[in-house]
């Protein structure tokens, strides 16, 4: 039996991106071979059409819009041989639990053989026998989407002196990659924004606050897309700067939270969005990032910390206005390939369609 070995290449991508693997040969034998695709990473009034919670009266959700994804995987051979037992590992739609989103319809092209669910995010194991020489095959998943606006009405909860984050388990009060929360910096940042503060929604919009006014955002920062630590400390950043922050000193603080990655519409209204019959839009430059937590008796709050820097009025804390977020996942995964033989390359795409 032939020794297989491993090898990977790692890639930030936002866009259609193609990686080529050559074939590796040691001591005359084929090797196996891997590819990792990273996965990038005014005022509105909200029409009312529903109330939900355990109260039944403390989160507004606006009138629904659907939206159509499609991502598109493109897998070529341009090798001189054969690819075979090609197996792709493909990160799905989490199993979305925040109260603005949900998924309707979920369909692929190749039937996975295996999803296997960590946490909320899945992961869709798809397996293709074999890719002759010069040629390509294409692998698409297709979700429908409903998205509401949604508003938390923190007016009905004044005068409960007792407002605490659920006990959720540790898994969302634990540091993660890019979540630091138990970094000394980061543990006495939180203690001090939160010092004095009577129950966790006080403490949550100190957190805001702080983290909307500490980093400035900077699309050329050198930390950028380097996580809460690095924000806390140089005070620049991008989006995932300001969620990973307002994640990371959260914790700290004892409050359940979490990062939600997806797609934002950049004008905030979600019209980009909205497209006319036969069209399409790639999401390339529509990567977003922003944070949840939770509260009891509310459930998973929405904060977007970066769509604040500008007004600093709280238009964003526990509410989502408009239809312009669309959530994909609470962890960013990568798409990985393995196979034997051949020289695959992998592209993955990400299209909203109509």
Not at 130 to 139: A, D, F, M, Y
Not at 191 to 204: F, H, P, R, S, V
Not at 237 to 242: L, N
Request: a positive charge; glycine letters at 8%; charged letters at 25%.
């Amino acid at each position: 039996m032939p020794r297989w070995q491993k090898f990977s290449v790692i890639l930030s991508v936002v866009l259609l991106v193609f990686v080529g693997v050559g074939l590796v040969k040691a001591q005359g034998k084929e090797l196996e071979q891997k590819i990792v695709l990273q996965l990038d990473k005014p005022e509105n009034t909200v029409q009312v059409t529903e109330t939900i919670n355990a109260e039944g009266n403390l989160i507004e959700r606006g009138s629904a819009v659907y939206r159509d994804l499609r991502i598109k995987i493109t897998l070529k051979n341009s090798g001189e041989q054969e690819a075979k037992n090609i197996r792709l590992e493909v990160p799905l739609l989490a199993e979305i639990d925040s109260s603005y989103q949900r998924i309707i319809e979920e369909n692929f092209s190749h039937k996975p053989v295996e999803i296997k669910k960590e946490s909320l995010n899945r992961i869709a194991f798809i397996e293709i026998d074999s890719l002759l020489p010069g040629k390509s095959e294409v692998i698409t998943i297709d979700y429908r989407v409903q998205v509401n606006p949604v508003r938390v009405k923190f007016a009905a909860l004044l005068g409960q002196a007792n407002l605490k984050g659920q006990n959720l388990g540790q898994v969302y009060l634990q540091p993660g990659a890019k979540i630091e929360s138990d970094h000394p910096q980061i543990v006495t940042k939180a203690a001090e924004i939160t010092a004095g503060k009577k129950n966790d929604l006080d403490k949550i919009k100190a957190i805001y606050d702080f983290v909307v006014d500490h980093i400035q955002y900077d699309l050329n920062a050198p930390v950028r897309n380097k996580g809460a630590l690095a924000a806390l400390q140089s005070g620049t950043g991008v989006c995932e700067e300001y969620a990973a922050l307002f994640t990371a000193l959260a914790r700290a603080a004892g409050i359940p939270a979490r990062q939600v990655n997806g797609y934002a519409d950049p004008k905030g209204t979600g019209e980009s969005f909205n497209l006319a019959a036969g069209q399409a839009l790639n999401l390339r430059g529509y990567r977003h990032s922003w944070a949840e937590f939770y509260l009891e008796g509310i459930g998973w709050v929405p904060v977007d910390p970066t769509r604040d820097i500008n007004s600093k009025e709280q238009r964003y804390f526990g509410a989502l206005p408009r239809t312009s977020h669309i959530v994909q996942n609470y962890l960013d995964q990568s798409l990985r390939v393995r196979y034997r033989g051949g020289k695959l390359s992998a592209g993955w795409e990400e299209t909203l369609v109509r």
